[in-house]
Each structure stands twice: as structure tokens, then as C-alpha cells.
């Protein structure tokens, strides 16, 4: 079973060793968006705190993981949200299928990594632009143009 108990400001303040485990065990006390790194579980939080029960069906897209979310409100001690794991194994594997191989994800605090073998220059799809755009864009060859006249000085 998932839980987490947050504060009135969003911090969560105790959480279940399932919990920690399905949100790759951040520190706590912590806010709840740093914590599920997810909108709209922080957004269905402040309803329960506004006295709102669930279930909603939330996203942790982060962790390839999607909770059925209920709450109570427990007044001065702030809410407690329960999180259910509906995941199922299909939407797990395509989840997965979306990383690179070998990747894993960035926590807290890191940079990311980008698909280092995809080169900066491969075609977006678009048309390809002649070289005279470019070098009329850049004013390369601005010299060889003639002036007014047709001369050359």
C-alpha cells in the first residue's frame, strides 16, 4: 500500500516504503512536486485539501507508473493520499519502450542526458534550403555583387 501524508503547504512529510520505492526513494521532508515530480497529483492534493476524496486517476509519467489517487483531509495534521498502482503490465512495457536502452532516468537535481548518437545536422523533415539563401542570408559573396550601374569600382 502507497501513502503519503503532506503538510497544508504541499511538503510531504511521511510517506510508505512503497511509496518512497515508487518514486525512487527522494529525501524527506520534501515538497510534493519534487517528490512525484507530477502536476497533477499536486493539483488533486490541493483538492483534498480543500476537503475533495477521489479517485482520480493520475499520471507519474516520470516513472512510467499511473495511480488510482484518494485522499482524506486530516484538518490541522494536512491530507493523506493514498496511491494505487493500476499500471498495468502493458502500459508499463510501452512506458519502457519509450527510453533508449541503458538509459535511466534523471533524479533530482541532474541533467538529463540527450541521444548523443543522433547528429545535431539529420533532416527535420522540412525541404532542404538552396546555398544562395544561405549565402544571401550571411552576406557572403556581398562583394562580388555589382553595384548600381553594373560597374565595378
Do not use: Y
Amino acid at each position: 500500500m502507497s501513502w503519503l501524508r503532506i503538510d497544508g503547504d504541499l511538503r510531504v512529510v511521511e510517506a510508505s516504503a512503497a511509496a518512497l520505492e515508487s518514486f525512487d526513494n527522494p529525501a524527506l521532508p520534501n515538497s510534493l512536486i519534487a517528490f512525484t515530480r507530477a502536476p497533477e497529483i499536486e493539483s488533486r492534493a490541493r483538492e483534498i485539501l480543500e476537503g475533495g476524496t477521489g479517485p482520480w486517476e493520475v499520471e507519474a509519467a516520470n516513472f512510467g507508473r499511473v495511480f488510482r489517487l484518494r485522499g482524506i483531509d486530516l484538518g490541522a495534521d494536512g491530507a493523506l493520499l493514498h496511491l494505487e498502482d493500476i499500471t498495468d503490465v502493458g502500459c508499463r512495457r510501452r512506458a519502457q519502450g519509450r527510453q533508449a536502452p541503458g538509459r535511466r532516468r534523471a533524479h533530482p537535481g541532474e541533467i538529463g542526458q540527450g541521444d548523443r548518437n543522433r547528429l545535431a545536422t539529420q533532416p527535420s523533415g522540412s525541404r532542404p534550403v538552396p546555398p544562395e539563401v544561405f549565402a544571401l542570408n550571411n552576406g557572403v559573396l556581398a562583394n562580388c555583387q555589382l553595384p548600381a550601374g553594373g560597374r565595378l569600382p
